[in-house]
């Protein structure tokens, strides 16, 4: 059984594949979606080089903010709505039902029965670093606008913290809820894998 | 927050300009329900916060007055205005979920966030009566103007949330809304341009 080099699945791979796997791996490593990886990253970057530079680039504390907003409105859109769904194959929303009660939903994508990957490596790869590191870098925005006093820009930073945390914890939901399965394979392989070599180990014991 | 295409990728991207089309029909029909307040679904079913954060935004800058950031101005700045609405919805949300009531966070939040447009609207007409001038007659035009539409704001979300309520919970509920629709009443009325 080959392993590639994926983080969502593992494939079986036949002997007959073997000159195939040259070209599925170019193919893993090229961007299919450029357009929606490019606006995945161009939004949150923008955002944050908009606060830090805010000082330099306008006198308007409110044109500056309005503009944060803006871009962080189009980024959580962006994000939810489309790139995940497009390079990763993970989306998550909320329904509610005719009695009231709402509920989030969080699905990922399976693998379609011809064993035909869609989602690329390289792109998941974009993808996972600019959900990740974004967040992290608001929340120090945070921490520094906390401890020098700049108040007004609190509120900025606030936003950004929970609309961009949203989509993070959505995604990490939407990848467990899948991974349930994958760890759940991997035990019981593993499991499989130590009663072998624990009965090959007796078998030489015994003989 | 609608989600499309799935499995008919080549098609996915023209379904997503679709879709957004069709969500800025859903935020116009939002708009439409709080102007007319029946009971309808729209409103709490499909929930959903642009046209709230559109709103907020649009009233914190006509509170400005265009005196971008200076210290001198009596208004109150940008970012106060927004604070105070979202913050205000978040404690009006929570205090009727801990009275028991049955609607969602998001839900609530979405309809006393699409009730500010009434007040929205009343600070449009308050920013045109001061341009023609600001003498008692405007005064009086704009309180009356100011007192009509937070009467309406205050009716459409009652109408809205009230029903999600135990019935003899109700006047715990509308106090905290009423409230908040009157410190924005009171922002817009004594709003006075530099």
């Known amino acids: ?207 | 927050m609608r989600v499309s295409c799935w499995r008919s990728l080549p098609t996915c991207g023209l379904q997503s300009t679709l879709f957004q089309l069709r969500d800025l029909k859903a935020v116009g029909k939002k708009f439409v329900h709080v102007m007319y307040p029946k009971k309808s679904s729209a409103l709490l079913r499909d929930w959903d916060l642009w046209g709230p954060l559109v709103l907020c935004v649009s009233l914190a800058l006509m509170l400005q007055g265009g005196s971008a950031d200076s210290k001198e101005d009596g208004g109150p700045q940008f970012a106060e205005v927004f604070v105070i609405i979202w913050f205000g919805a978040v404690v009006i949300t929570l205090n009727s979920k801990l009275l028991g009531g049955t609607i969602s966070f998001f839900q609530s939040l979405c309809v006393l966030g699409y009730c500010v447009l009434p007040l929205t609207v009343a600070m449009l007409v308050c920013r045109l009566v001061l341009l023609a001038g600001s003498g008692t007659v405007s005064f009086i035009i704009r309180l009356i103007v100011v007192i009509a539409m937070f009467a309406w704001s205050t009716l459409a979300s009652t109408a809205f949330l009230a029903d999600s309520q135990p019935p003899h919970r109700k006047a715990l509920v509308v106090y905290p809304i009423f409230l908040f629709y009157f410190v924005i009443s009171w922002m817009i009325l004594t709003f006075t341009p530099q």
């Open chain 1, 1 to 207: 059984m080959l392993r590639q080099g994926s983080s969502d699945d593992i494939e079986d791979v036949s002997l007959f594949d073997a000159d195939d796997e040259v070209s599925r791996r170019s193919k893993k490593s090229k961007i299919r979606h450029p357009v929606a990886s490019f606006f995945h990253l161009f939004f949150r970057v923008s955002a944050i080089v908009v606060y830090l530079l805010c000082e330099l680039l306008t006198s308007s504390f409110i044109a500056c903010m309005v503009t944060i907003i803006l871009l962080l409105s189009c980024d959580f859109w962006a994000v939810k709505n489309v790139t995940g769904r497009l390079m990763v194959g993970l989306r998550w929303w909320n329904q509610v039902d005719d009695d009231g009660r709402s509920h989030w939903k969080f699905e990922s994508r399976k693998v379609s029965a011809q064993g035909h990957k869609t989602s690329s490596e390289s792109e998941s790869r974009i993808f996972w670093l600019g959900l990740i590191t974004c967040p992290i870098i608001w929340v120090i925005f945070a921490f520094s606008a906390l401890s020098s006093f700049k108040v007004k820009w609190l509120a900025v930073v606030m936003m950004g913290v929970v609309l961009q945390g949203a989509n993070l914890y959505g995604y990490i939901r939407c990848k467990v809820g899948s991974r349930k399965n994958l760890t759940s394979m991997a035990t019981s392989y593993l499991g499989k894998q130590f009663l072998r070599q624990t009965m090959a180990k007796e078998d030489q014991t015994a003989s």
